[in-house]
């Protein structure tokens, strides 16, 4: 069992020919909305890939939080743990997509509702999974209480440290392993908190350059396959949920990270950040072909 602590956005899509200048109004080429949030992306990329995986979040009392419980059950995940709550919109994420890349503003809403004692009266989800991935799109309160049960029932956890905040220095024992890219790595590296020994709970994303890790002392690193990418929004989300979902079937972390690397590069080939998250079948497809 995989259980994915996190967020669950509204994605609102508008492509462009580039970014614009502060103060400066471009007019858009199309407009879309779609299933995200960090949390939700991940769980549905382990899903696709056959892992039976739960979902514990919030989401508002709202069209779109029905409509989002609705589509991730038909996605095979578990909900039971997403909370509809009152008075507070469902999260929601703008998205501006320019020759390739994205920039991105999330409104967290019914995501920061989610709160210590909630996971708490929860706990008992927690203690049946194999492994438990997080981000930082909601309390950091809520985070901490997971890994505090984590920790407790010795499960692995798999936090990605995005949007970045430091990591409180009362965490790193906690964390199995950490997802920052190259940015949030160099970040966490430079913090108070870090110290040398941490450095192999990191895994870091590099985009088209692939992902690379530590272990033993040596530095390993994961090249990615080229692809012509349409839209690289939901990458690291699917390389995430892949690494959570191959690291629960037993595999090594260099062969999770391998599949990981693969599922993220097929993923840019199509628009949405979930639209192009591969299935088992599509992702063993893609590797053998090369």
């Not at 039971?80 to 709550?85: A, I, N």
């Not at 890349?101 to 909630?118: H, M, R, T, Y």
């Not at 049946?128 to 692995?156: C, H, N, P, Y």
């Not at 985009?207 to 530095?219: L, P, S, W």
Request: net charge negative.
């Amino acid at each position: 069992m995989i259980t994915v602590v996190g967020s669950l956005n509204i994605d609102l899509i508008s492509t462009v020919d580039r970014f614009p200048k502060p103060g400066e109004t471009l007019i858009g080429g199309e407009f879309r909305t779609s299933f995200g949030g960090k949390g939700a992306n991940q769980a549905v990329a382990a899903a696709r890939l056959g892992g039976t995986v739960q979902m514990i979040g919030c989401v508002g009392d709202d069209p779109f939080g029905h409509e989002y419980l609705t589509y991730l059950k038909k996605e095979g995940i578990l909900v039971d743990r997403v909370k509809p709550v009152t008075h507070v919109s469902t999260g929601t994420a703008l998205i501006v997509l320019a020759q390739g890349e994205n920039s991105i503003i999330v409104v967290p809403g019914a995501n920061f509702q989610l709160a210590p004692e909630d996971i708490d009266r929860m706990k008992d989800a927690l203690e049946k999974s194999d492994i438990i991935l997080m981000q930082l799109e909601t309390r950091l309160d809520t985070v901490e209480r997971v890994l505090f049960w984590a920790e407790r029932f010795g499960i692995r956890t798999i936090l990605n440290p995005a949007p970045f905040q430091p990591i409180p220095d009362g965490w790193w024992e906690m964390i199995t392993y950490l997802t920052p890219n190259e940015h949030e790595a160099e970040a966490l590296m430079k913090s108070a908190t870090f110290k040398e020994e941490f450095l192999e709970k990191l895994i870091i994303t590099l985009g088209k350059k692939g992902a690379v890790y530590h272990e033993k002392g040596r530095k390993i690193e994961i090249p990615a396959p080229q692809v012509d990418a349409a839209d690289t929004t939901g990458a690291g989300d699917t390389f995430n949920g892949a690494l959570a979902h191959f690291l629960s079937e037993g595999l090594s972390l260099g062969e999770a990270c391998r599949y990981a690397v693969h599922a993220a590069s097929l993923s840019v080939t199509k628009p949405g950040a979930q639209g192009g998250m591969p299935t088992r079948a599509q992702l063993e497809s893609f590797m053998n072909g090369r």
